[in-house]
Structures are given as C-alpha cells and as structure tokens.
C-alpha cells in the first residue's frame, strides 16, 4: 500500500432488502468496510450470493444503502444530493460482467462512447469523434470500426468497448464486476493486460469484483475475502494467498485447480482446510480470540498481522491451533 489518503473509504456499509412475499429482510452487505488508495486494486472476493456485486453496486449509489460511510476523493456519496451525485459519476464508472448485455445493440460504437461525453459535457461536441477515436486506440482496438454495432464484435473486443466507455470520462475508480468471467481463458489473459496497462497509464484504482482466485490474484494488491455480507479476511494479496488465516479463505483457494496433473492429485486427496466451518462456527458465541464481543461492544475484527485481519465470526475454534502453522 501507498503512504497516499485513500481514494475510496468505506465504513460499516450495509445493504438490507426489504421483505418479499411474507419473508424475513435480508441483510445483503452487513457492515463492509476497506480503503481503496490511488492506483491501487482491491480484490473483492467469495461465492456467489456472498454480497461481492451488492457491495460493488453500494458504493457506486446504484443500490440504496441502508447504513454506513462511502467516501470518494474525500467526499460523502450516500448523502449527496441527486445532482451533486450526478457530477460525482464522472469520478466513478462500472464495468459490468456480460459484454453482450451491457451494450445497447442498436447503437453503433461511436454513439455508445460518445453518449457519456454529452451526458457529462466532458470534451466540446466538435471533438467528440477525435475523443471517440482516442478511446478505442486506448483500449486496442482500431478507430475506424466505431460505425459497427455490438453483435459484429467478439466478446473480447466487447468487453475492451466496455472498458472504453468507462473511461470515456477519465474516472478515478473503476468497479469491475467479475469483467473476465464470460471470456475464454486467452481473451481474460489480454483484458487482464488491458486492465494493467490501463492502471499504469491513467492511475486508475480498481474494485475488481470475482470468484476466481487466481484471476484476482493477478489483479490486486490486496484482497477481501467475502462471506454471508461480511468480510472475513482482507490483506495485501501476498499474505493472503500465502498465509491465509479464516478457514473459508483456505476453502476458496483449495478449490482452485492446479495446472499440473500431480499436484492437483495430491491436493485433491488432501484433508480440506474445514469443509465444515459453516455448520459450527459462532455456535458458541465465543471469540477465539479470547474477547467478549458481546459484552463490550468491540468488533469481531482482529489485526493478525500488520494490514492483515480477519473475523472472528465463521471461526470454528479448533482451527485457531492451526493458524500459526
């Protein structure tokens, strides 16, 4: 991490839906918080269902947030006015996960990326196509095919206008949701690339939303572990893959496979880190830790290393023996 003021804070977001057809809320995003520091990626990680997109959407003010802090370049988003928020978008773009849904079929290129640069005034409009020409340089992709329309692009050149018209705005923070996950392995490689090379250029900082560990390992310098709308471990990337501590954490990456036959084998026949944690954690209340939560109001959250923390929630107690090893 940089010694820089984060460009994006969140503290204790949460996100509850409402009731549906005689069913309890839910409690999507329970009390999410992490920094996010110029030019930097955090990896949001965890199995579907996890709150990972939820979160994502929160931050972005395009999922009403019921509680909790989001502060971009220092300001306040989840009680700005509609058209403060509106000049804010400029500062933050998304990046879906279907290139094939995510562009208007019947507009060319050139309307798709030039839409967000009359919405936002950002360039005069008889500059428009020159800017229209340089986002489609930017991304790889030769300017002279912004008159095609969406269907006559494969889905790595989709994704790549995507990814343009994020940036048509010059954004400082960028959600990627799961932006490689409907790509074969070969294009996620090249818009994996893109993203860095992207980064280095224009010190963009990325929440990059997946459930594909090795993806994100590549991605990020840090990374959340998300579980049940909560986060369970969070880290630099390398103490995380390395020495991870929270026993989902250690079932995510032992269902990563391995490339060599004999390796995956062995790990296959390997005991799992606790293919059971979710059936005994908590149960007792008590934190492995040795804190009374319940009594004194602290956090379930505990620094086990210098940037490094995980909850104690979803903690079975006899994997705390473990955790030095």
Known sequence: MTGAAPLLRVRDL?????????????????????????????????ESGSGKTTTGRAILQLQPVTGGSVELLGRELSAMPRAELRAMRRHMQFVLQNPYSSLH???????ILAEPLTVHGSVPKPRIPERVAELMTVVGMDPTVVR??????????????VI??????NPDFVVCDEPVSALDVRTQAQIVDLLHDLQDKLHLSYLFIAHDLAIVRAVAHRVAVMY??????????????????????????????IADPAKQRAKLAAPAADPDFRGRAGESGACVFGDDHGASGAPEWHEIAPGHGVSCRYWPADLMARRAT
């Open 228 to 257: 049940g709308g909560r986060i369970v471990e969070l880290g630099d990337a390398a103490d995380v893959y390395e020495r991870p501590a929270h026993p989902y954490t250690r079932n995510l990456l032992d269902a990563v496979p």
């Open 148 to 161: 095609r329309y969406p269907h006559e692009f494969s889905g790595g050149q989709r994704q790549r206008i």
């Open 14 to 46: 949460c996100v509850t839906f409402p009731p549906r057809r005689g069913r309890p809320p839910v409690r999507a995003v329970d009390h999410v918080s992490f920094d996010i520091a110029p030019g930097q990626t955090l990896g949001l990680v965890g």
């Open 105 to 111: 079929p019947r507009m060319t290129v050139a309307q």
């Open 164 to 169: 343009a018209r994020a940036l048509a705005v």
